[in-house]
């Protein structure tokens, strides 16, 4: 799995009597994991592969490329990729969205997208987080074992949420309307924050992932104490191995407010920075 990455990942491999195997998202490999450091004796091992693209939290897009040599791994070591395609559709260029899993394996000839398993939701794409509405695709094989769990191990959606989910997955401009508030609100807080400290427009996605000039959990620490601004320290969404925290010294910014209050969040962090 992808480090720094969504903490349900890690928590359901270990419910599974699963090791979590982190591969370490850096600026050196553009916040994408380096997949061919991966040991032919550890491909053998794993049975699920955790695919986050575009990332959480770097807002790192996986490219087609990988994604096929990916599929070719999975039928070669025999396990299956679950990909979270959550933010697949917060993007900033509107003539090259990112590749999704299903589309790189039809790509590749994999028309039956064998062990390929994706996941969506309108939390998103559609601002309705509380909705607790998507869905998963992919392989059919997988998928038939999967609604035998989810049968016995989840809760039936109300009708009035089935509802509003169909009104939303059928309407693309809300969606259109939300990337273009996401495009402004990136360009006016980097032209707020990129001349004190390291920070840039990511791939896609919502955050802002930046370098802090002191410990983040310290910087996060005085952020709120000093300035009433909640951001999150990476170093709380990594873990530590070998290569160390890719996650230290870093904070996660969402960019979910209105404009304005993202200006003046921006302003308050800018101010802290400037008396450390």
């Given at each position: 799995m992808p480090n720094p990455f969504y903490q349900i990942y890690e928590g359901a491999a270990i419910l599974a009597g699963a090791h979590p195997y982190f591969l370490n998202c850096t600026a050196?490999?553009?916040?994408?994991?380096?997949?061919?450091?991966?040991?032919a004796e550890v491909w053998d091992r794993c049975q699920l592969l955790y695919l986050c693209s575009p990332g959480n939290p770097t807002g790192?897009?996986?490219d087609q490329a990988t994604l096929t040599n990916l599929i070719e791994l999975a039928h070669q070591h025999d396990f299956i990729i679950a990909s979270d395609e959550c933010y697949s559709e917060i993007y900033f260029d509107d003539a090259q969205s990112p590749v999704g899993l299903l589309q790189a394996a039809i790509a590749a000839g994999y028309t039956d997208s064998s062990r390929c398993v994706v996941f969506h939701s309108l939390s998103k794409r559609s601002n309705a987080p509380g909705l607790r509405s998507g869905f998963v695709a992919g392989d059919a094989k997988v998928l038939k074992d999967f609604l035998r769990y989810r049968t016995y191990h989840g809760c039936a959606?109300?009708?009035?949420?089935?509802s509003a989910s169909i009104v939303a997955w059928n309407d693309e401009d809300h969606v259109a309307y939300n990337r273009q508030?996401?495009?402004?609100?990136?360009?006016?807080?980097?032209?707020?924050?990129?001349?004190?400290?390291n920070v840039s427009l990511p791939?896609?996605?919502?955050?802002?992932?930046?370098?802090?000039?002191?410990?983040?959990t310290e910087f996060a620490r005085r952020l709120f104490d000093e300035k009433n601004v909640t951001v999150l320290p990476g170093s709380f969404l990594a873990r530590d191995n070998d290569n160390g925290n890719p996650?230290?010294?870093?904070?996660?910014?969402?960019?979910?407010?209105?404009?304005e209050e993202c200006i003046n969040a921006?302003?308050?962090?800018?101010?802290?920075i400037k008396n450390i």
């Open positions: 050196d490999n553009n916040f994408v994991p380096d997949f061919s450091s991966v040991s790192a897009v996986i959606m109300p009708p009035a949420t089935q508030l996401y495009r402004e609100k990136f360009k006016a807080v980097l032209a707020i924050l990129s001349p004190v400290m791939e896609a996605g919502f955050y802002l992932w930046a370098e802090t000039p002191i410990s983040d996650g230290s010294n870093r904070i996660r910014m969402a960019l979910v407010a209105p404009i921006a302003h308050r962090i800018s101010d802290l």
